[in-house]
Structures are given as structure tokens and as C-alpha cells.
Nanobody, 122 residues
């Protein structure tokens, strides 16, 4: 599977952005899609995840209530709606795929796309 993330940009604090992750190639329907982010000088961290089959989204505590992960199976695209953005949300956002729903570990995901930069100004 190949993943392509898009939708990043510059936004003021309190604003919103919607990221998209389009999957191509062989998509395993039982797999989980995850959004991660990496701020400058920091390790990549989990943001949100969802399975292609069913729903069952899960989130990092830092974004719960502000971010929403959804999917469109027909378009093979996963979205991350980000509201009430904060300067600390500034990072390159990546999507990845993995077999373990509920996992928050980098090592459980693969097929990372090139990432999309989100910059939140104060």
C-alpha cells in the first residue's frame, strides 16, 4: 500500500484544518490507519487511529475533543479534522498503516507517506 498525505498549511491558533491520507495499491481491510506527527527535534508521536472495517476511532489525550479521524472506504481515504488548533500542534503529520487496532507505537505502523506540514501561529 502507498499513502499520500495532504492538506497541511499555515493557520492561526484556534483555527481548523483537514488533512487527508489517500491509500493506493493493496489495502488490507482489517488494517488500522494512523495519524502521527513529528515536531522539530522531537520523536514521531501518535495522534489518532481508525480501522478500515467498522469505525472505532481512538486518540492521543493531547488531541481528544479537538481532532476527529474519519474514513471514506470508497475513496480509500482517511481524514483528520483538526479544530481549535494550538501552536504546539505544529508538526509534520504522517499517516501510516498497521495491523493492530489500538496501537500507539511507531513500530506497529508502516508505509509512511511523505508527510504534510501543519504550522499553527500564535
Amino acid at each position: 500500500v502507498q499513502l499520500q498525505a495532504s492538506g497541511g498549511g499555515l493557520v492561526q491558533a484556534g483555527g481548523s484544518l483537514r488533512l487527508a491520507c489517500a491509500a493506493s495499491g493493496r489495502v488490507i481491510t482489517s488494517s488500522t490507519m494512523g495519524w502521527f506527527r513529528q515536531a522539530a527535534g522531537k520523536e514521531r508521536e501518535f495522534v489518532a487511529g481508525i480501522r478500515w472495517t467498522g469505525n472505532s476511532p481512538y486518540y492521543a489525550d493531547s488531541v481528544k475533543g479537538r481532532f476527529t479521524i474519519t474514513k471514506d472506504n470508497d475513496k480509500r481515504t482517511v481524514y483528520l479534522q483538526m479544530n481549535s488548533l494550538k501552536p504546539e500542534d505544529t508538526a509534520v503529520y504522517y499517516c501510516g498503516t498497521g495491523p493492530r487496532w489500538g496501537s500507539r507505537r511507531n513500530s506497529d505502523f508502516a508505509s509512511w507517506g511523505q508527510g504534510t506540514l501543519v504550522t499553527v501561529s500564535s
